[in-house]
């Protein structure tokens, strides 16, 4: 079956089955809608950027909702829709494209615990809607739009960045030590890797120079060869750092202006990456724990004093884990580990002799007690439904979360 799907198809599957076998998912249907959302959406963002090129050529890359599955609406939230569309997930409420999954079918993902609540529920959309699903109707848009054309949105494997241009012997070498420790080059492939590599672009940087000024909006994603830069957010010093270091990737993730200003201490020798290939290739493999805990974190009322770049630094520290109702996830007395953040779910807090002390949901948080006060665990901790948690190691507790320890600590539930 698989041999006659095209090579682009073979492609994405070869690329899911591999993430599939790296994360082995207990939740196998929220891992694939998740994972090919997050495709979808680096797709149109990616061909959204390059919109301006196509409209040159006459190529209409997203053409104008079709009646027959645009909703009825106004004339202006009908051109927002448009306009956003393509750097939303297709899951969301206004996107035109996706009334199949309205209704929470991938916003609580705790209200589909089984296979037959999904099944159940998708049966239950498409009596309410006469919209086919989404990939089908989009992927059917894209061709009759673009057949024809040399750079297919579905084919990125004849797309030559335009910074591309293959390095030196020498300058591979180096480049491989400079990146050799950098975490975000060593989630690559070795294809994705060497693209990269070919597209970053050489920058001599004297001392004293700015990179980058607060509030501009964003450009290239820089890695440290030699040298060393500080940051500076409204002109306080918050930050410096050294070879094989990368900054300037948060305004290309969030479409959003500079948060620092970086300044070069000394001469320093940058590798800058374009706004375009950091998007296609870096974003979703390098910073994918970043889009995907993004809503998480930015829902939790303890982790609000926390900015763009603490949240972003956060998410590279997490993992997730799912507990099944009944399981213990702390026990008291054990020596603590970790800090739980409930994704969804419902956790029991028990104490000995005492019973159930709390209770705690979605957005809630647990095991701070032993990490903030370095004492064992003070109570026992059981799911009572499929939970859904982000665990942070103590190192990044202690390091992490910045302003939000003093949350945790006026909140402390064993103070009184
Ligand atoms: N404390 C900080 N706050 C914001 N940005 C920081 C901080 N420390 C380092 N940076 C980096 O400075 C960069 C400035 O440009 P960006 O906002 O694109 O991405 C930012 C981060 O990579
Ligand atoms: N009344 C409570 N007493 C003790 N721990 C509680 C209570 N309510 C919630 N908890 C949480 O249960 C956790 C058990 O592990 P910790 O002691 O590390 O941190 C504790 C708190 O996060």
Not at 229 to 252: I, Q, R
């Amino acid at each position: 079956m698989v041999s006659s799907l095209s090579k682009e198809s073979q492609v994405e599957l070869q690329l899911f089955h591999n993430e599939v076998n790296a994360a082995n998912p207990s939740d196998f249907l929220q891992f694939a809608a998740n994972y090919f959302n997050l495709r979808l959406e680096q797709q149109r963002s990616f061909l959204k950027d390059r919109e301006p090129e196509f409209k040159a050529k006459n190529i209409v890359l997203f053409p104008e909702p079709e009646e027959s599955f645009s909703r009825p609406q106004s004339s202006q939230s009908q051109s927002r829709s448009r306009s956003s569309v393509m750097f939303k997930s297709p899951f969301v409420n206004e996107d035109p494209h996706s009334n199949v999954f309205k209704n929470g079918f991938n916003l609580d993902p705790h209200e589909q615990d089984t296979n037959q609540q999904v099944q159940e529920e998708q049966q239950h959309i498409r009596e309410k809607t006469s919209t086919p699903p989404l990939p089908m109707h989009f992927n059917a848009q894209r061709r009759t739009s673009v057949s024809g054309e040399t750079l297919q949105p579905n084919n990125f494997d004849d797309w030559t960045p335009d910074h591309y241009k293959e390095k030196s012997e020498q300058q591979l070498e180096r480049l491989e030590k400079s990146i050799r420790n950098n975490f975000l080059f060593n989630k690559l492939d070795s294809d994705s890797k060497r693209l990269v590599i070919n597209c970053l672009e050489e920058k001599c940087v004297p001392k004293g120079a700015t990179i980058i000024k607060q509030g501009d909006q964003g450009d290239y994603f820089y890695v440290v060869e030699k040298g060393t830069v500080d940051f500076y957010v409204n002109d306080n010093k918050v930050n410096s750092s050294g070879p094989g270091s990368s900054f300037g990737e948060l305004a290309l993730m969030y479409n959003s202006p500079r948060a620092a200003t970086v300044v070069a201490t000394s001469e320093c020798l940058l590798w800058a990456l374009d706004r375009l290939t950091f998007r296609k290739i870096l974003l979703g493999s390098s910073f994918k724990k970043r889009l995907m805990y993004d809503d998480l974190l930015k829902s939790m009322p303890v982790l609000k004093s926390l900015t763009t770049y603490d949240r972003a630094k956060l998410a590279d520290a997490l993992d997730t884990k799912i507990y099944q109702p009944g399981e213990t996830i702390i026990r008291e007395g054990d020596q603590g580990e970790n800090f739980y953040l409930i994704e969804y779910g419902a956790v029991d807090v028990s104490k000995e002799g005492q019973g159930v002390v709390n209770k705690l949901k979605d957005h809630d948080y647990f095991g701070e007690v032993a990490l903030l006060n370095d004492l064992p665990r003070q109570a026992t901790v059981t799911a009572t439904k499929r939970t859904k948690v982000a665990t942070l190691g103590k190192s990044g507790f202690q390091r992490l979360l910045g302003p939000a320890v003093d949350v945790l600590k006026l909140n402390d539930p064993t103070r009184h």
